[in-house]
């Protein structure tokens, strides 16, 4: 286990050193459950590699990102029937507070306005 690997949450987590409640997982990817849930379904939906944020990604990470994204959606659309949230939050500004890129999958109930 590198560096970041020990001293990210994420990472630490992906590598089952911190217990999660997964609720999918491939060659890519990774789900499992926010532990402080804002709708009555939340997920985290995140890279096994570690990419900082959606801030760090480049050209070579297309097929990571899609992939990362067409998960979310499968798992929106067996959980959430009614709808869902996608939310990627990048920088300090932007209410990023685990930095390892996390799409956050949202639903369960009816979702207001973003604020
Ligand atoms: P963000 O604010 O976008 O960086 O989201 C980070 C998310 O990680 C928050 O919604 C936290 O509730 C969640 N979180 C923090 N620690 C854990 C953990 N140990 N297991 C699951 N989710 C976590
Ligand atoms: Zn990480």
Redo the contacts with the bound molecule.
């Keep these: 286990m590198g560096a970041i690997s020990d001293h990210c ?1 994420f990472c630490r ?1 992906i590598a089952g050193g ?1 217990p ?1 409640r997964r609720s999918y997982e491939d060659d890519r990817v990774v789900a ?5 849930p804002a709708a009555p379904v939340h997920l ?1 939906v995140v890279p096994r590699r570690h990419l900082a944020s959606l801030a760090d990604v480049t050209d070579g990470d297309r097929d990571l990102i899609a992939h990362l994204v067409l998960v979310a959606s499968r798992l929106g659309q067996a959980t959430c029937p009614g709808g869902w949230r996608l939310v990627v ?1 990048v920088g300090q500004e932007g ?4 930095d390892h890129l ?1 799409v ?1 999958l949202m639903g369960g109930r009816q979702l207001g306005a973003l604020g």
Excluded: E, M, R
């Design positions: 949450l987590i911190i999660s499992f459950a926010d532990i402080k985290l939050n209410g990023q507070t685990v996390h956050h």
